[in-house]
């Protein structure tokens, strides 16, 4: 299957699917048509920090709007005493939400772990590329592409407009579970013709890749110094990484929070993204607590840029201390 | 007169004096001679964000290392308390503490405030040139440059390696208690000729600017939206600016701070930088506090980047809160 981004596109803008699109990417996807050429530059931004013999690098996408009305269990009074006295704040129902990427070098491969958005989302994202290239990587530099979960967010970057690939000297890895969810047909077959942008997309993004591609299973070292972290429930096989670095090892956990402002102190919220929401809070809550206990050093592609840090135990809920620029360890 | 960055840089490596150059400073100039050639790239940072009418970018020029013995006061057993469970560590005597400019750019004037390194401090500093065209300005777009004291790391990049204006097109705005005291002869007489580097740097890093200086006094509008707010003690002169932007306030502090994990929780504890120490403790003290009651926006010139947040009091001291990167008012 070789999909064009246009086409791509229209189907996304036509998902009105709660558990799998939102409102969000419909306007931020019926906005690139009209106002890329338009579009202003995105600011460039990446933040690289060593931790023993791996050099990581933040790559950040850009920033959607994420409106209240897609938080499973929103209750604004409770929203604004959890914001109450910080920076952040609620503007017309809408919060600002990053997505990040990151490069992990080191023993000779050029690792990025998810790809960003490229064009799916408008003129507002799609700057991770911009970002490796003034990090000092080009696509082709990249050895392997280690993905998270198979949504537009994150794969969206796998392949250039007309649908070739993006990084043609990587091997993409991904979870066999994910891989199959949004390649079966059972399922495709069982989604409504205007909600299957998602899967078209999934399907579209690795399907470049089919030479070169690796599947992990459950836990399971997906390559030198890199080990799978099933945390299931925002996709049948969202998963994180556990990255060996002699010092500390990193967790890249990929979607396990969406709101830095709001899900560490209220992990039971989900959003209209998380597909199965009660396994989403198991899984979230087992690994923030895994993560507090260990003092886990923890990146997220959609913690606040660049995303490093720790889980701190708040009462019954979390905190998230974000580690200041300079830290390397 | 005008110097060649060559003797400014053999008159800064001669400096030996506690209260105006240190150790660090010696190590990273001696560095630039040798190293400036293999350098490796020095990453690129800058960061803007919204607050009103104004948008302010953080650039970040680079990294010193602060050894602990240049702060006075140090003790290893309650800088341990103070940092413990934080990310902050002192490896080897040494801390690693940024050194950032402000680019402000309101009603049409474009304004950065202090001007960065250049080369005076080897190659792990002099980022901020490269930070403000990777932000979509170039110095000759610079209307104004204003500086909170003329100590090398925020007046370096003032001139190019040939002597001349780094900034072509701009007004320097300097308080004018500042210039007198580093252009004053007869103090000049009296410090040792192995001490002059600091003030050959002030002398030499103003003077292509000679036909557009612009002097104020105390508390007084420099600019449009930008008020002086005297801070002194680090030097005779050194002070803070209030930018006004219609939504809320910004206090751009200079060097109220220079170690964020560390002088927040002591404010009692100063550098070898500092000129008048207690001086220097009296208007941090007098500022926190005010910031602290105000819910004063804050920057500084080496708070971690980007530097935006906001003072807490923490018991009889003070924490700093960090904007998170997508915060815009």
């Known amino acids: 299957m070789t999909l064009s981004r246009r086409s791509l596109l229209s189907g996304l803008a036509a998902v009105p699917v709660a558990g799998l699109a939102s409102p969000t990417i419909l306007r931020a996807a019926s906005h690139s048509a009209a106002e890329t050429a338009a579009a202003p530059t995105l600011p460039v931004a990446y933040h690289s920090f060593q931790i023993g013999s791996a050099k990581i ?93 198979l949504h537009p967010d994150h794969i969206g970057g796998l392949i250039a407009g007309d649908g070739t690939a993006r990084f043609p000297n990587a091997e993409i890895i991904v979870g066999q579970g994910e891989y199959d969810f949004w390649h079966d047909d059972a399922v495709y077959a069982g989604v ?62 990929g979607d396990l929070i969406h709101s830095t402002a709001l899900q560490f102190a209220r992990p039971n919220w989900t959003l209209a993204f998380d597909m199965d929401p009660e396994q989403t809070v198991n899984s979230r809550t087992r690994m923030l607590d895994r993560a507090a206990s260990e003092g886990l050093l923890v990146t997220g592609m959609h913690l606040d840029f660049p995303g490093l840090g720790r889980v701190e135990r708040d009462g019954d809920a979390y905190a998230f201390d974000q580690a200041p620029w300079q830290f390397s360890l």
Chains 1, 2 share one sequence.
């Open 192 to 253: 409504p013709q205007e909600n299957r942008g998602f899967f078209d997309i999934a399907r579209a993004s690795v399907a470049p890749y089919a030479d070169r591609l690796k599947m992990f299973e459950g836990e399971a070292d997906v390559m030198t110094g890199l080990r799978s972290v099933p945390l299931p429930g925002h996709t049948p096989g969202h998963c994180g990484f556990m990255l060996e670095t002699g010092a500390a090892p990193l967790l890249i956990w």
């Open 57 to 149: 690098t933040a790559l950040l996408d850009g920033h959607f709007l994420l409106n209240t009305g897609q938080i499973n269990g929103f209750d604004q009074v409770q929203a604004d005493a959890t914001l109450e006295g910080s920076f952040y704040r609620i503007k017309d129902s809408e919060m600002s939400l990053p997505v990040n990427g990151y490069l992990v070098e080191q023993g000779g491969a050029v690792t990025l772990i998810d790809a960003g958005t490229a064009d799916l989302f408008g003129p507002i994202l799609g700057g991770l590329e911009a970002a490796l290239r003034a990090a000092g990587k080009t696509p082709e530099e990249i050895t392997t592409v280690v993905v998270t979960h």
